[in-house]
């Protein structure tokens, strides 16, 4: 376990490897402990129960999809449960396709038919057998539904089925925090109600249940800490819970000191760190993580964030992937949400569902704004469709409410426009994010309606509202880039308008639109993202890096998109120079259309008819190079380089997580082939196996854009995996890859360090100081006995001097912090001393504050500062403060003028801190101090 956490009851076991799996109906009763299931196939999750080709398998039927992939299966494993007798057990999971059944020991333990895309929980304690074998059964029904959004109704992206996101076994004390989507008060509830530039306020609900039959003295420590892992703050509440009820408690601070605020350039996270007492004893614990943001709409600046307006520019993601649909490791979640965020994206809409934990705590982590919503399209059914949905909505935001990442909420049905019930739920859930409309051009009201924000889609050049805030949701997208400039320029141009949104991030499958036989279409997999399907970039991924990366960039766009006698460059200099053969054609300033007249960087299009040879293009910003890029004429297919998709993150064995191994396709000069038709081969040796089913047109590959892609994933143990592509007059290319140890304890897998430190704030001055809120008191009135006991460390802190001290109290200032530098004590002459005796063995920071408030004296800004720790003597003059303070009662919008030190101590000898007036003249003051250990 990590440094400084406390171990509790609670653990959280992850199940996701060695299931036995079954597709569809079968003989005998698989619910049954006795029954057989030696020859199903061993599966791991996140799990799809059919695996399909790149194309659907070219199944003839519509986006209603009544058929296709609606199917149910069995799942069945075998656990050892450990836990005490009084313990509570719990299975979680993150999300099944459709409707879920549960058996433990035979028996049945719950259902849940409510939607397909959130969590939900069951409590298996009553039919566990603790420290024994355990057997789990799950069906997992896809079935067509009447009663489970979006079915009963047409969808452009596909239902697809199985165990496909993570499952846990959780144990805890009777005493513990509930599941967020247990209640409306339930889980823990973070909330930034105060966010000012050098300060916020932070309020936590926790709710804590005692599933005893006796009451509980219940104790909640709440520690607050930073990106570092310092605890800045510690929140401690005593309650009497009686027997078998819920207790929500509430516990509210404000950060000062190391105050951050979250946003897309700085995504600063604190942790929220409770762990629940039963009198003295630790039982269990949470951790959640929050950002300090605010938002709001306004008019002449659009949307604001933290007080500065930010124009939004944007994707949609849908999370399936081709062959294996909705079943994605997080490590491709987290993957994908990097590679928008390295194209300078800030906002994604999750259509048209919930979608993964993992993708939204890469949001918080990265610095993408996130517009979440339950999953709808066009069309809504009876009461019953509505209850489960309208209970599908509050899962979805009370399991994601603490994410800073989330700004919008989704309150309307896709193309129909808002909803009343889903604008209402959503706010009494949440009334501190913005809703969203869902609209669309042709239908609808033209306006907000009675959400926050009208979102509508433009793939027409739609006519904005008179007057609504408005975000185009989704707008046009295409390979070169033309499509998505046009739009994003045209939106910008408004200040009403807050955010464009391609449609889309990567491409998808989808089944076919409502058409006759005779007019049928073959149109498996959209075209039209930023990403492919393989979530490969393709040329406008460049366009949007030169548009919202500060990062110098040229690139000439592959054949792709640099064809029919123009040649595209993206680029974020002022002008571009462009050579053929190292003979200069033209150089250009970017674009000057109308259409693209607000962007920062529109496109550089040079008309010339590239038959053979070698372009470069040559970036210059003030006359001066900056960078270039070269690209060579596609020649003839020569050999194949293989690339995985992720290389930075460990590749865990057992068959949870998996990788994308892309080969490429190259001529003699290393470019990719665009155009080339082979089929690649692979093949596979040592601790892995390539995910085909013999029946998915997978292995040989087709190429796509000079690309085929093959899924693998390790075995039970560790080892290396070699992969090789091959094929016919191509040379070949061969790659490895090593697994690591998979560690199901997700306690171990997500702890991080607790440096639980007092930090000691002490407020100096003499007789009826105003002493500072939440700082601790130190008044005196002579020169003797200037000792104070430092309660949290079991230290004393001495101050002395030469001269004569003198206090000043009962006065009054300006500024920040300005109680504690109104008074204190003061050296008309000489030097101060102050020893800090007692404290442990490590490493301390001590801001002193020296604040000269006597208007007779002179106003000192040279300090000298001499430490002497356990590593000996070190003097410096204090530079704390560049800018010399001249008022002795007014700081302005600053603190007091105070100097920042460290220090070493042994455990055993004093600290001491001489501070000397450089100016020798003006008083030297002590207005008080902050001490806090660092290691």
Not at 271 to 295: A, C, K, L, M, Q
Not at 825 to 850: A, D, P, R
Not at 926 to 932: A, D, E, Q, W
Request: hydrophobic content about 35%.
């Amino acid at each position: 376990m990590a440094e400084g956490n406390i171990k509790t009851h609670r653990a959280k076991i992850n199940l996701n490897l060695d299931w036995k799996f079954h597709l569809g109906q079968t003989s005998g009763t698989p619910e049954n402990i006795d029954f057989n299931d030696t020859n199903w196939e061993t599966i791991s999750v996140p799990h799809t129960m059919q695996l399909v080709s790149y194309e659907m398998d070219s199944i003839r039927e519509t986006w209603v999809q009544e058929k296709y992939l609606r199917d149910f299966g069995w799942y069945r494993k075998t656990l050892k449960i450990s836990a005490k007798p009084t313990e509570k057990v719990f299975i979680e999971f993150e999300g099944v396709h459709n409707a879920t059944e549960l058996w433990v020991n035979g028996k049945k333990a719950g259902n849940f038919a409510i939607n397909g895309y959130v969590p939900f929980h069951f409590d298996i304690t009553p039919f566990v057998k603790l420290n024994s074998d355990n057997l789990i059964v799950i069906k997992a029904d896809n079935r067509y539904s009447q009663t489970i959004a979006p079915d009963p109704h047409r969808t452009d992206y596909v239902k697809f089925n199985g165990l496909y996101r993570d499952v846990y076994l959780v144990t805890t004390n009777p005493l513990h925090v509930s599941f967020n989507w247990e209640d409306f008060e339930a889980g823990v509830n973070i909330n930034t109600p105060t966010v000012n530039k050098n300060n916020g306020t932070v309020s936590i609900k926790t709710t804590v249940k005692n599933e005893n039959n006796t009451p509980k003295n219940c104790r909640i420590e709440t520690k607050i800490i930073n990106a570092e892992g310092y605890v800045i703050t510690k929140l401690i509440q005593n309650v009497a819970i009686p027997a078998n009820t819920n207790h929500t408690f509430r516990q509210t601070t404000t950060i000062e000191d190391d105050y951050h605020l979250w946003s897309p350039d700085s995504p600063y996270l604190y942790r929220v760190h409770s762990v629940i007492y039963d009198d003295e004893t630790p039982v269990d614990f949470v951790e959640n993580t929050f950002g300090f943001r605010t938002f709001q709409l306004e008019k002449g600046k659009g949307f604001v964030l933290n007080g500065k307006p930010l124009f939004l520019v944007g994707v949609n993601r849908h999370q399936n992937y081709p062959n294996i649909g909705d079943a994605v490791p997080n490590s491709f979640h987290y993957n994908e949400a990097l590679q928008y965020k390295k194209a300078g994206i800030n906002i994604i809409r999750l259509s048209h569902y919930t979608q993964d934990d993992s993708f939204l705590k890469a949001c918080d982590e990265l610095g993408i704004i996130v517009y979440e919503e339950v999953s709808t399209w066009i069309e809504w059914g009876d009461k019953t469709w509505f209850d489960n949905l309208e209970t599908a909505t509050r899962h979805m935001i009370r399991n994601h409410r603490n994410h800073p990442s989330i700004v919008f909420w989704g309150a309307g049905i896709n193309h129909r426009g808002p909803v009343p019930r889903m604008q209402q739920v959503a706010k009494e859930e949440d009334p501190f994010r913005l809703t969203t409309s869902a609209s669309s051009p042709w239908n609808g009201v033209k306006n907000e309606g009675i959400t926050d924000l009208y979102t509508t889609m433009d793939y027409r050049r739609t006519e904005f509202p008179e007057s609504a805030f408005t975000m185009v949701m989704e707008h046009g997208s295409s390979v070169d880039s033309e499509v998505n400039q046009f739009h994003i320029s045209r939106y910008k141009g408004n200040k009403n308008n807050i955010a464009a949104l391609a449609w889309l991030g990567a491409d998808y499958n989808h089944l076919q639109p409502d058409v006759d036989d005779s007019q049928w279409k073959r149109d498996y997999m959209t075209t039209y993202g930023i990403l492919s399907g393989y979530r490969l970039p393709k040329p406008v991924y460049k366009w949007y890096q030169s548009e919202l990366i500060a990062n110098p960039i040229v690139h000439i766009a592959d054949e792709t998109a640099s064809k029919n006698g123009k040649i595209r460059v993206f680029s974020n200099c002022q002008m571009v120079e462009l050579y053929h053969n190292n003979k200069l054609i033209a150089k250009q300033y970017p674009d000057n259309e109308s259409t693209k007249s607000n962007l920062n960087h529109p496109s550089f299009i040079f008309n010339y008819n590239w038959k053979t040879g070698t372009l470069k293009a040559i970036g210059y910003t003030n006359g001066e190079k900056i960078t270039e890029h070269s690209r060579a004429k596609q020649g003839k297919a020569h050999h194949i380089k293989l690339e995985f998709n992720i290389n930075d993150k460990p590749f865990y064995a057992g068959g949870s997580d998996i990788r994308m191994v892309h080969a490429y396709v190259l001529d003699q000069n290393n470019e990719v082939v665009t155009s080339a038709t082979n089929k690649i081969k692979f093949t596979i040796s040592g601790a892995g196996k390539l995910i085909d089913n013999g029946n998915i047109d997978a292995n040989p590959a087709i190429l796509y854009d000079g690309v085929a892609t093959m899924y693998i994933r390790g075995t039970e143990n560790t080892g290396k995996i070699t992969i090789t592509a091959s094929s016919k007059g191509l040379k070949n290319s061969t790659a490895t890859i090593t697994t690591a140890t998979y560690n199901p304890n997700e306690i171990e897998n997500n702890a991080k360090v607790i440096y639980d430190y007092p930090i000691a704030r002490v407020d100096i001055g003499g007789a009826k100081q105003l002493v500072q809120f939440d700082w601790l008191e130190w008044t005196g009135n002579s020169d003797k006995n200037l000792n104070f006991k430092l309660t949290d460390y079991n230290a004393e802190i001495t101050i002395s001097a030469k001269n004569a001290i003198n206090w000043l109290g009962d006065t009054a200032m300006l500024g920040d912090l300005s109680f504690v530098g109104a008074d204190g004590l003061y050296v008309e002459k000489g030097s101060l001393l102050l020893n800090i005796s007692g404290l442990k063995k490590g490493l301390y920071s001590i801001e002193t504050f020296h604040h000269s408030r006597r208007s007779v004296a002179k106003m000192t800004n040279a300090i000298g500062v001499t430490v002497n720790d356990s590593k000996g003597i070190f003097t410096r003059t204090a530079g704390d403060h560049v800018v010399n303070y001249f008022i002795h009662d007014n700081t302005g919008e600053r603190k007091p003028l105070s100097i920042k030190s460290q220090f070493q101590s042994d455990g055993t000898n004093s600290i001491i801190l001489e501070f000397n007036n450089l100016n020798k003249e003006g008083d030297l003051s002590l207005n008080g101090f902050i001490l806090k250990q660092i290691k």
